[in-house]
Nanobody, 130 residues
Framework: QVQLVESGGGLVQAGGSLRLSCAAS????????MGWFRQAPGKEREFVAA????????YYADSVKGRFTISRDNAKTTVYLQMNSLKPEDTAVYYC???????????????????????WGQGTQVAVSS
């Protein structure tokens, strides 16, 4: 069965950096889209970033573009989210997710709609203090 295990969350001051990891197992992920989402207290889960495992195309929410970088390590079957210049509004539980990829260019809902992902990790807390 598919397992996604996040790690790397923590408490950091505004302007600092964190790197989240998502260790994936139970499937060959070369035909998957891997996404990072986050959910702050009282808010809906929102898209942060996604990567097509095959080819490595990346997609970002406007709120994190230029500050966050998503990447993957094929050998370790791990997806990373490097977060720089963190802001208090980045505080949330961050989730890793996976869904099957397409043999066509992706539309926004293909990678940004949480409801279209099939597999989820348990989440890791990120807290940014001002």
């Amino acid at each position: 069965q598919v397992q996604l295990v996040e790690s790397g969350g923590g408490l950091v001051q505004a302007g600092g950096s964190l790197r989240l990891s998502c260790a994936a197992s139970g499937r060959t992920f070369s035909s998957y889209i891997m996404g990072w989402f986050r959910q702050a207290p009282g808010k809906e889960r929102e898209f942060v970033a996604a990567i097509r495992w095959s080819g490595g195309s990346t997609y970002y929410a406007d709120s994190v573009k230029g500050r966050f970088t998503i990447s993957r390590d094929n050998a370790k079957t791990t997806v990373y989210l490097q977060m720089n210049s963190l802001k208090p509004e980045d505080t949330a539980v961050y989730y890793c997710a996976a869904r099957l990829d397409f043999i066509r260019p992706l539309g926004y809902s293909d990678y940004a709609a949480a409801g279209k992902y099939d597999y989820w990790g348990q989440g890791t807390q990120v807290a940014v203090s001002s």
